[in-house]
């Protein structure tokens, strides 16, 4: 039993930042991947970034690298996304995820939504031009 909840969402113009926050409850003492994940309207969910269980490895989609970074502080049981130079086309419902997973297969990030277990409820992000 884990519980996301999300917040930093909100509308911002093109070129702005915003910086999503995901916090944990429940079964915490386990060893996690961590992600986030996108839904546009009448799109699929997409990957936007991932961190394995000790922040040492990354993956980023390839429209968002070098503009978003993902975090995390296992002490506080929190994941972070900063956005910076966000587009119109970042526009969507963002969603944070956790996969319990052995410590030996936390040396790289999960990358597939099926994979996750836990999930948040979504925040929007609007990006108005």
């Known amino acids: 039993q884990v519980q996301l909840v999300e917040s930093g969402g909100g509308l911002v113009q093109a070129g702005g930042s915003l910086r999503l926050s995901c916090a944990a409850s429940g079964r915490t003492a386990s060893t996690y991947n961590l992600g986030w994940f996108r839904q546009a309207p009448g799109k699929e969910r997409e990957i936007v970034a991932a961190?394995?269980?000790?922040?040492?490895?990354?993956y980023y989609a390839d429209d968002v690298k070098g503009r978003f970074t993902i975090s995390r502080d296992n002490a506080k049981n929190t994941q972070y996304l900063q956005m910076n130079s966000l587009k119109p086309e970042d526009t969507a419902v963002y969603y944070c995820a956790a996969d319990e997973v052995p410590p030996s297969l936390a040396i790289r990030p999960t990358t597939q939504a099926g994979d996750y277990a836990y999930w948040g409820q979504g925040t929007q992000v609007a990006v108005s031009s």
């Open positions: 961190i394995n269980w000790s922040g040492g490895k990354t």
